[in-house]
């Protein structure tokens, strides 16, 4: 009996892990059309080729990764292409050594978050 609550607890956990990493992907890449003509113009300026079509295939990784792992789709192929998408966004977005006093702060915080959402996502990877 505790054994099935455990159970069914963890696996509750789990589903709500789920949403919860991958929901935030899926809403910033709904969000960043949005933002997408601040977006281009940021990624053309860190001297990414072709800017525009660099967003729209970083959105579309968002959404349909982030919503592959909520539904718990192909969990690990979910989840490698959301860290490739944070290897390639983070130094991008969060260039802290580019900046100083508050906005350093703030992107150092930014990178750290992503590093950390980085071990969340390599936890959804089946090792078998």
């Given at each position: 009996m505790a054994t099935d609550i455990l159970l069914a607890g963890a696996e509750s956990a789990a589903i709500a892990g789920r949403l919860l990493l991958g929901g935030a992907f899926a809403f910033a890449g709904l969000r960043n059309i949005i933002?997408?003509?601040?977006?281009?113009?940021?990624?053309g300026a860190r001297g990414m080729p072709l800017p525009?079509?660099?967003?729209?295939?970083?959105?579309?990784?968002?959404?349909?990764?982030?919503?592959?792992?909520?539904?718990?789709i192909q969990l690990s192929l979910a989840a490698l292409m959301l860290l490739a998408f944070?290897?390639?966004?983070?130094?991008?977005?969060?260039?802290?050594?580019?900046?100083?006093?508050?906005?350093?702060?703030?992107?150092?915080?930014?990178?750290?978050?992503?590093?950390?959402?980085a071990g969340g996502l390599l936890g959804l990877i089946d090792p078998g």
């Open positions: 933002n997408r003509t601040l977006l281009t113009n940021l990624i525009a079509v660099t967003l729209w295939l970083g959105i579309t990784l968002q959404i349909i990764a982030g919503t592959m792992i909520v539904c718990g944070l290897i390639a966004a983070t130094p991008m977005f969060n260039n802290f050594w580019d900046h100083q006093g508050l906005d350093r702060a703030n992107r150092i915080n930014g990178f750290v978050a992503n590093i950390a959402i």
